[in-house]
């Protein structure tokens, strides 16, 4: 009864939220202006982080004792830093050095005194304990990386907020499954599902308003925290539902978003340029281009996601490095495919007398008149 409390308080205060955050971008004129990389063609409000924020932070207080659970102060804290952190990138926009320089000072008030590290493998590689002096620097890698994943995938109406919920409510499931000892880590990832459920009334395509980095780095925070206390948990004695491989089925939860972060950092590396630079390589960008619309683009996403998860909970008992080498494999297999794959343009040819005409119609068709021929070439 608490967490379902905590999820309608949460989407309660984040729908209220949502319609005055997007009456103030209109007043004052706050939008992201479409260019030649993005997606959306009209001026959008993108500060619906703010309204997520809101609702998610109000019920997280409300719902959660931070006398019994004193570490939630220090989440909580850097949850407030990332969202001012991203508010202030969606308004004046920061270079990607300050925005790096402020996911490392999140990443260390949840590390250094929240006490969320990766102190052992589990078994991944046949590694189990790890010294200090890589499980530091693994944790700060992998919280800037989650961060950075749910921040570069929200390029859909509706992709990052979806994604959220399904992650966010898989976790509190979890948690709450593994008894009352973990019962603040199933409120908080149900704090951040319901303000999603909420957002996504008004993001869904077409989109009245974006998350924004305010929302999407606040979105990889949670994530983040959650994934590394799941993989510890599910793989311990403490909690009442241990689960095997867990850092293969904590990967999976987080596999569309984690999983096309670390092709597209990679493939800029190989580059030469920094992982931080815009293009349209991501996974969003590939279905576009073959056809789907962003409907589409995130219902596919969505049941990928789900349907890996799905499949790593019942490959459990094959261990973490198999199952994880298979979902890599897997997934670049299906990225290949969408490479390969290329969306055939529908071509015909027109003569001049239908050039002329269509010149002054205003349809849907372009028609496009060709060098020295008396002919043109009409794209669908």
Same mark, same amino acid.
């Given at each position: 009864?608490?967490?379902?409390?905590? *999820?309608?308080? &949460?989407?309660?205060?984040?729908?209220?939220?949502?319609?005055?955050?997007?009456?103030?971008?209109?007043?004052? @004129?706050?939008?992201?202006?479409?260019?030649?990389r993005k997606l959306h063609t009209k001026a959008i409000a993108s500060l619906g982080g703010v309204g997520?924020?809101? @609702?998610?932070?109000?019920?997280?207080?409300?719902?959660?004792?931070?006398?019994?659970?004193?570490?939630?102060?220090?989440?909580?804290?850097?949850?407030?830093?990332?969202?001012?952190?991203?508010?202030?990138?969606?308004?004046? /926009?920061?270079?990607?050095?300050?925005?790096?320089?402020?996911?490392? =000072?999140?990443?260390?008030?949840?590390?250094?005194?929240?006490?969320?590290?990766?102190?052992? +493998?589990?078994?991944?590689? @046949?590694?189990?304990?790890?010294?200090?002096?890589?499980?530091?620097?693994? *944790?700060?890698?992998?919280?800037? #990386?989650?961060?950075?994943?749910?921040?570069?995938?929200?390029?859909?109406?509706?992709?990052?907020?979806?994604?959220?919920?399904?992650?966010?409510?898989?976790?509190?499931?979890?948690? +709450?499954?593994?008894?009352?000892?973990?019962?603040?880590?199933?409120?908080?990832?149900?704090?951040?599902?319901?303000?999603?459920?909420?957002?996504? /009334?008004?993001?869904?395509?077409?989109?009245?308003?974006?998350?924004?980095?305010?929302? &999407?780095?606040?979105? %990889?925070?949670?994530?983040?925290?959650? #994934?590394?206390?799941?993989?510890?948990?599910?793989?311990?004695?403490?909690?009442?539902?241990?689960?095997?491989?867990? #850092?293969?089925?904590?990967?999976?939860?987080?596999?569309?978003?984690?999983?096309?972060?670390?092709?597209?950092?990679?493939?800029?590396?190989?580059?030469?340029?920094?992982?931080?630079? =815009?293009?349209?390589?991501?996974?969003?960008?590939?279905?576009?281009?073959? %056809?789907?619309?962003?409907?589409?683009?995130?219902?596919?996403?969505?049941?990928?996601?789900?349907?890996?998860?799905?499949?790593?909970?019942?490959?459990?008992?094959? @261990?973490?490095?198999?199952?994880?080498?298979?979902?890599?494999a897997t997934s670049f297999v299906l990225i290949g495919f969408l490479k390969w794959w290329r969306r055939?343009?529908?071509?015909?040819?027109?003569?001049?007398?239908?050039?002329?005409?269509?010149?002054?119609?205003?349809?849907?068709?372009?028609?496009?008149?060709?060098?020295?021929?008396?002919?043109? +070439?009409?794209?669908?």
């Amino acid at each position: 009864m608490n967490l379902l409390l905590t *999820t309608a308080l &949460s989407f309660i205060i984040t729908i209220l939220a949502v319609p005055a955050v997007i009456r103030v971008a209109d007043e004052k @004129g706050l939008f992201d202006v479409p260019d030649s990389r993005k997606l959306h063609t009209k001026a959008i409000a993108s500060l619906g982080g703010v309204g997520i924020f809101i @609702g998610f932070f109000l019920s997280a207080l409300l719902k959660i004792s931070l006398h019994d659970n004193p570490e939630f102060q220090y989440f909580l804290a850097a949850a407030l830093l990332t969202f001012f952190l991203g508010i202030k990138d969606d308004i004046l /926009v920061l270079s990607a050095s300050k925005k790096f320089l402020g996911q490392l =000072a999140a990443a260390a008030i949840v590390i250094h005194l929240g006490g969320i590290h990766i102190d052992s +493998m589990h078994g991944f590689l @046949g590694i189990e304990k790890l010294d200090s002096t890589i499980s530091y620097p693994l *944790t700060y890698i992998t919280i800037i #990386v989650i961060v950075n994943a749910f921040n570069l995938i929200d390029g859909v109406d509706g992709l990052a907020g979806s994604l959220g919920i399904l992650t966010t409510a898989v976790f509190g499931t979890y948690f +709450m499954m593994a008894g009352p000892a973990f019962a603040a880590y199933a409120s908080l990832s149900f704090a951040l599902t319901g303000a999603l459920c909420a957002f996504l /009334v008004f993001n869904y395509h077409p989109a009245k308003i974006f998350m924004g980095d305010s929302g &999407s780095l606040l979105l %990889g925070l949670v994530n983040a925290i959650l #994934v590394i206390k799941f993989i510890a948990v599910a793989d311990g004695t403490n909690g009442a539902f241990p689960i095997t491989s867990s #850092v293969a089925i904590g990967f999976s939860i987080l596999l569309v978003p984690l999983l096309d972060t670390l092709r597209v950092f990679s493939v800029r590396i190989a580059k030469g340029r920094s992982p931080f630079s =815009a293009d349209r390589n991501h996974i969003h960008h590939l279905l576009l281009d073959r %056809g789907l619309n962003h409907s589409q683009v995130t219902h596919v996403c969505l049941v990928m996601n789900a349907a890996f998860i799905v499949l790593a909970y019942f490959s459990r008992t094959i @261990g973490s490095t198999l199952l994880l080498s298979s979902m890599f494999a897997t997934s670049f297999v299906l990225i290949g495919f969408l490479k390969w794959w290329r969306r055939r343009p529908l071509l015909t040819i027109a003569s001049s007398a239908f050039q002329k005409k269509e010149d002054h119609s205003n349809g849907s068709t372009k028609v496009v008149a060709m060098k020295n021929e008396g002919v043109a +070439m009409a794209e669908q």
